[in-house]
């Protein structure tokens, strides 16, 4: 007896001392710092946290002082992550052969989301991603440059030191000297000629690490000399005039190219790359908003990442359904398994958490972006009708919570050609483009546009830009529409083109948009009024609008009646047996009484189903939802179905 009293005592008290454990997994050791334009998520405490959001925000107010810009854009979001030891980081860098690099620093970019993670236990987490952080900022917010510019800024930006009243600017990044010093330098129209696809740009070896370090020393040289705007004329002329190489620097820099080569090496031979410091606001005093943030919240975070870090997807999904397991209503775990399934166009599973999320968290605006792009992408699968109305409700909602969303714009303006409002697309696709100025998927699809509204000047301008594109799919869009366009202004624009319905491409999700240009323009076209001065780079190309046009059969008229909506009981489903037809009565309870609605579809097995994954003719007393365009009284023509 005496020996129970002792076990339930140590029982007891080993229940006691899980109490507090069990509290603690509630919070964990993760806050959250939001400063005006950054969040930082941390277990390294708050006042590391704060640190690394002021070093952002530093490096941000850099950018702005160097290209004179006032308001920073960054048109993908950007999530901050900062591990307190070199072995968290490790979960998330790149594997090779099935063990994790070495990194300090790591950037992770996506369609949806851009990544940065720290390693805060060594000397400089910075160099790696700020290098890659210059590229976001170019990207939102200067117009498309070539390589040589794009990699020597990030290399010159990635060297910034920031202290808390002043930042030193110029300083060499690692093994510069030595690489510049011990090669001979490439010749300035060679460097300049440099593309995406180029060999020394992509193969491994001492021509690739000679090309960064060169193109940081022309920068370097540009910057200190203050030769940004000669730059900007250079750019104009060899992106927009097609200004051969040798040619636009002697216009744009006043000398040729090889009295440029001998400039670049006195410059370094002389000793002449000054370091330089410059004065900062003081940013001490910014408002910074903390908050510890709750296990589940920051597993979520961390499952986020994972998905968009190269060979975890699988991981990152394990760890959303592990949270849900836990917490059903976690409104990240659900957005993300959404964006997990819309990549692997499981629409049924993707609907059912995207719709979950938004319930959950109305205000996230991607939530409202994905629910419009699934609803396109299920129709266009199936090959039904979509629900337009539908789908430009959810991106109205998403550009309200975020009006600096480009991909938002972008879609709508498909929408809106859809519905033969060409006004507004060409509207929302030009805010796309200066959104997202180094987007050319968007420049594309402008160009589709103005083709198919019979601006064939404008369209020409955007394609002649594009033709010149180093992505190989952009190219051969832009010089297939030239030749359209052509032919148009010779024979006129054929009557089915105008309100052609423009392709719209599925998008590569998890693709990184964050290296740099394709083609080139001045800042001056980035506010210009003209739709056909503003330009854009990198992203897949769509199946011209154009192209399709020219090709295939005039489409049928579009079915211009409304799309509506209404709520009721399915009583019953008649099948055709001589076709795909199917006749459905919907019992609908009114204020009048009760009417049954006949709502007919002509091929059953293409109908937009949601809650379902195949139809049944064997449906009854089941609750819907239906969208549908009237017929007559109580009839109506069935655009989707959801079981309830």
Request: with cysteine; hydrophobic share 40%.
């Amino acid at each position: 007896m005496l020996g129970n009293k002792r076990l339930s005592a140590v029982v007891f008290a080993l229940v006691l001392l899980a109490l507090p454990c069990r509290a603690k997994d509630k919070q964990s050791d993760w806050i959250k710092v939001s400063s005006e334009h950054f969040s930082v998520i941390s277990d390294a405490g708050d006042r590391r946290a704060r640190d690394v959001a002021l070093r952002f925000e530093q490096m941000r107010f850099v950018f702005g002082t160097l290209f004179s810009v006032q308001t920073v854009s960054m048109p993908v979001p950007l999530e901050i992550i900062a591990f307190r030891n070199t072995s968290e980081l490790r979960n998330f860098v790149p594997l090779w052969k099935g063990k994790p690099v070495q990194a300090d620093g790591l950037y992770q970019g996506g369609e949806d989301r851009n990544f940065i993670l720290l390693d805060l236990s060594v000397e400089d987490p910075y160099q790696v991603v700020f290098h890659e952080y210059a590229h976001l900022l170019l990207n939102g917010n200067y117009p498309p440059t070539p390589v040589w510019f794009d990699e020597g800024f990030a290399q010159y930006f990635s060297t910034v030191k920031v202290g808390k009243t002043g930042m030193q600017i110029g300083l060499p990044p690692e093994g510069a000297a030595e690489t510049l010093r011990g090669n001979a330098l490439f010749r300035t129209v060679d460097l300049f000629g440099v593309r995406h696809d180029s060999p020394v740009y992509n193969e491994d070896g001492d021509h690739r690490s000679l090309f960064y370090q060169q193109s940081w020393l022309y920068v370097h040289y540009l910057l200190d000399t203050k030769k940004l705007e000669q730059a900007g004329a250079y750019f104009d002329l060899t992106q927009n005039q097609h200004v051969p190489i040798a040619q636009a620097v002697q216009q744009a820099f006043g000398m040729d190219a090889p009295h440029f080569d001998q400039v670049l090496q006195d410059y370094f031979k002389g000793n002449r790359m000054l370091t330089y410091n410059v004065e900062l606001p003081s940013m001490e005093t910014m408002v910074y908003v903390s908050e510890r943030l709750h296990s589940l919240d920051s597993q979520a975070i961390l499952a986020d990442a994972h998905l968009h870090s190269p060979g975890y997807t699988e991981k990152a999904v394990s760890e959303f359904q592990q949270i849900l397991s836990a917490d059903p209503d976690n409104a990240a775990a659900h957005r993300g398994l959404g964006y997990v399934y819309l990549l692997q166009n499981d629409f049924r599973k993707a609907a059912q958490h995207l719709e979950r999320a938004a319930a959950l968290d109305s205000k996230n605006p991607r939530v409202h972006y994905y629910s419009a792009y699934l609803m396109h992408r299920e129709a266009a699968a199936s090959g039904a009708e979509a629900n337009w109305p539908g789908i430009q409700a959810q991106l109205h909602e998403a550009i309200v919570l975020d009006p600096q969303f480009p991909d938002a714009y972008d879609l709508l303006a498909y929408v809106q050609m859809e519905q033969g409002a060409a006004d507004a697309a060409l509207e929302n696709s030009k805010t796309a483009v200066r959104l997202s100025p180094r987007n050319q998927q968007f420049q594309a699809n402008f160009g589709q546009y103005l083709i198919a509204a019979g601006k064939l000047d404008e369209a020409e301008a955007v394609f002649q830009r594009l033709k010149e594109s180093d992505d190989a799919k952009i190219s051969a869009t832009a010089s297939k529409n030239l030749q359209l366009i052509e032919q148009y202004k010779v024979h006129g624009v054929p009557t089915h083109m105008v309100n052609v319905r423009p392709s719209f491409p599925e998008k590569e999700w998890g693709k990184s948009s964050a290296v740099s240009a394709r083609t080139s323009l001045t800042a001056a076209d980035l506010s210009s009024d003209n739709p056909a001065e503003t330009k854009a780079g990198n992203s897949e190309a769509p199946t011209p609008a154009a192209t399709t046009a020219a090709r295939e059969p005039p489409p049928a008229k579009p079915d211009k009646r409304p799309i509506r909506f209404l709520k009721g009981t399915l009583v019953s489903v008649d099948c055709k047996q001589d076709s795909s037809a199917a006749l459905l009565r919907v019992a609908v309870r009114g204020a009048s009484g009760q009417k049954v609605w006949n709502m007919t579809t002509p091929d059953r097995d293409k109908l937009v189903l949601v809650g379902a994954d195949t139809f049944s003719c064997d449906w009854s007393n089941q609750r819907v939802a239906v969208n549908y365009r009237a017929a007559s009284e109580n009839r109506g023509d069935l655009v989707s179905l959801e079981i309830q």
